[in-house]
């Protein structure tokens, strides 16, 4: 059978603040790991928030060109003048 050999004080110090920052490490690791998960949940959250509101806003779009183009007929829109010209019709060429 081998001899058993006795560690000095120092060595055994150095093992266990080894042992310990290897622990703190992992715990780090397992908190940042938490902490990715839920930002990335929250990110996840903004997107489906703003795809919403964006199809909204497309949606409330639609219903006032819709509405705009009952009243006015077919035309363009110049948003730096402010000015509508209607589509010539058939009926105004004539």
């Given at each position: 059978?081998?001899?058993?050999?006795?560690?000095?004080e120092?060595?055994?110090?150095?093992?266990?603040?080894?042992?310990?920052?290897?622990?703190?490490?992992?715990?780090?690791?397992?908190?940042?790991?938490?902490?990715?998960?839920r930002?990335?949940?929250?990110?996840?959250?903004?997107?489906?928030?703003?795809?919403?509101?964006?199809?909204?806003?497309?949606?409330?779009?639609?219903?006032?060109?819709?509405?705009l183009?009952?009243?006015?007929?077919?035309?363009?829109?110049?948003?730096?003048?402010?000015?509508?010209?209607?589509?010539?019709?058939?009926?105004?060429s004539?």
């Amino acid at each position: 059978m081998a001899e058993q050999i006795q560690f000095t004080e120092e060595e055994v110090t150095k093992i266990s603040q080894l042992r310990q920052d290897v622990s703190e490490v992992f715990t780090q690791l397992g908190q940042l790991s938490i902490e990715k998960e839920r930002r990335l949940k929250e990110i996840d959250d903004l997107i489906a928030q703003g795809i919403k509101k964006h199809q909204d806003l497309q949606k409330v779009e639609s219903e006032l060109f819709q509405s705009l183009n009952e009243k006015y007929g077919d035309g363009n829109y110049d948003p730096s003048t402010n000015v509508f010209t209607p589509t010539p019709t058939e009926k105004d060429s004539e």
